[in-house]
């Protein structure tokens, strides 16, 4: 019932800087949790941070005071700003989300097709 689409994915030295961006669309009543994850070749995917709807957030432990998430409810679009990359930060990004298409219907997670971080030394 929603499609995510994510940008802003490409290459950065170490040190620098990039913004993701994920827009959803599709049958939507309410999006309630949005978010981000990550995935490094041969590792598990893992929680990079969350935002709910009235505003609070939540935070890898590896990327506190680095990353900054953010969201547009009126655009159902969420943001990450990473700022001083690592190579540790090189993995496969994705968008989810939470939400409903309309009051009676079940909560739903959805996610979007990923797209690539790179970060070089």
């Known amino acids: 019932q929603v499609q995510l689409v994510e940008s802003g994915g490409g290459s950065v030295q170490a040190g620098g800087s990039l913004r993701l961006s994920c827009a959803a669309s599709g049958s939507i009543f309410s999006i309630y949790t949005m978010g981000w994850y990550r995935q490094a070749p041969g590792k598990q995917r893992e929680l990079v941070a969350t935002?709910?709807?009235?505003?609070?957030?939540n935070y890898a432990d590896s990327v506190k005071g680095r990353f900054t998430i953010t969201r547009d409810n009126a655009k159902n679009t969420v943001y990450l700003r990473m700022n001083s990359l690592k190579l540790e930060d090189t993995a496969v990004y994705y968008c989810?989300?939470?939400?409903?298409?309309?009051?009676?219907?079940?909560?739903?997670?959805?996610w979007g097709q990923g797209t690539q971080v790179t970060v070089s030394s």
């Open positions: 935002t709910a709807s009235y505003g609070s957030t």
């Open positions: 989810y989300c939470n939400s409903r298409v309309d009051p009676g219907a079940a909560i739903t997670s959805s």
